[in-house]
């Protein structure tokens, strides 16, 4: 069964620390890995990788791709308050399906 | 936001009647998606389109049908809802079959 995991599962940590997030993956038919974040709501685009080793970045939150390890993670500096949700990530994979992880749950303490 | 929109946004109906969640975009991607959500078990996918008339089964398909009788619009419909249906209900979109942009979702409560 393909599979994407995510670790941690939880995660609390204070406003102003930066935190990393992980996705591993398995490498089966694969073609991109993308980020989302949710709040209470839907889903939001975070980002799309590719590539190994190219960065992408959005003012605080960064995310890297390395391909011959099979995992991403997502940082987010300075942390703030609003950063609280659940990350998910997913796997596109050759059949443009999308293989969800279960996600991190992130919460920011004041 | 990409233009999507879902309606009902919440519904409770009793379990053997059927239900029909609708799915309308703006943006005219090609490519629509319906997931359903819960906890412990993350976005599943039900159905998807990859254009009008064209729809394909996900990973937990039964139960459920849809149409795309339109490019604008994906309606789920479960024939005949049960309690595990019960769930929080996502529509996407996408353009590239990559990406993938969420509707607000519709959540669902079956009695």
């Known amino acids: 069964e393909d599979k994407v995991v995510q670790s941690p599962l939880s995660l609390v940590v204070h406003e102003g620390d930066t935190v990393t997030l992980n996705c591993s993956y398995e490498?089966?038919?694969?073609?991109?890995l993308l980020w989302y974040k949710q709040e209470k709501k839907a889903p939001t685009f975070l980002f799309m990788l590719t590539s190994s080793g190219i960065e992408k970045k959005s003012g605080r939150l960064s995310s890297i791709l390395d391909k011959k390890e099979l995992f991403s993670i997502l940082n987010i500096t300075a942390t703030q308050t609003g950063d609280s949700a659940v990350y998910l990530c997913?796997?596109?994979?050759?059949?443009?399906?999308?293989?969800w992880g279960a996600g991190t749950k992130l919460i920011i303490k004041p | 936001d990409a233009g999507i929109t879902q309606s009902p946004r919440h519904k409770v109906t009793e379990t053997g009647t059927p239900v029909t969640l609708r799915c309308h975009q703006t943006e005219n991607h090609r490519y629509m998606y319906w997931y359903r959500q819960d906890p412990g078990h993350g976005l599943r996918l039900i159905h998807y389109?990859?254009?009008?008339?064209?729809?394909d089964k996900g990973e937990v398909s039964d139960g459920y049908s849809v149409s795309r009788s339109k490019t604008e619009d994906f309606l789920l419909t479960l024939e005949s809802a049960t309690s595990s249906q019960t769930s929080v209900y996502f529509c996407?979109?996408?353009?590239?079959?990559?990406?993938?942009?969420f509707g607000p979702g519709t959540r669902l409560t079956v009695l």
């Open positions: 996407a979109i996408s353009r590239d079959t990559d990406t993938q942009y």
């Open positions: 389109s990859y254009g009008v008339k064209d729809t």
């Open positions: 490498v089966t038919n694969f073609r991109s």
């Open positions: 997913a796997k596109v994979d050759s059949n443009y399906q999308l293989i």
